[in-house]
């Protein structure tokens, strides 16, 4: 199982990135998959969500109106549209798949680090 996360990098405020994340070696589209993120010293947390067929998503009440989180099952790849960064956008982001009751999984990526700073 592999999860693997790219395009975070140094923004400016207000400013966009798009991050990805590639999935492989499990049946992606059966999977709700999640943003997380982690600023230092802070705990993780979650950012968004999209259900398995993208039916349905969730977002934290910080990000809503300014991150979109879409999937691509063909690709099996997902993505969060950033817009509107703001300096305590700031943090390590984490991708997660997750297939819930009876199967109780969860597999993570390595992160990317995403940085809004001027």
């Known amino acids: 199982v592999q999860l693997v996360e790219s395009g975070g990098g140094l923004v400016q405020p207000g400013g966009s990135l798009r991050l990805s994340c590639a999935a492989s070696g499990f049946t992606f589209s059966r999977y709700v998959m999640r943003w997380y993120r982690q600023a230092t010293g802070k705990e993780r947390e979650l950012v968004a969500a999209?259900?398995?067929?993208?039916?349905?998503?969730n977002y934290a009440d910080s990000v809503k109106g300014r991150f979109t989180i879409s999937r691509d099952d063909a690709k099996n790849t997902i993505y969060l549209q950033m817009n509107s960064l703001k300096p305590e956008d700031t943090a390590v982001y984490y991708c997660n798949a997750h297939r819930g009751w009876p199967y109780f999984y969860d597999y993570w990526g390595q992160g990317t680090q995403v940085t809004v700073s001027s």
């Open positions: 999209i259900t398995s067929a993208g039916g349905s998503t």
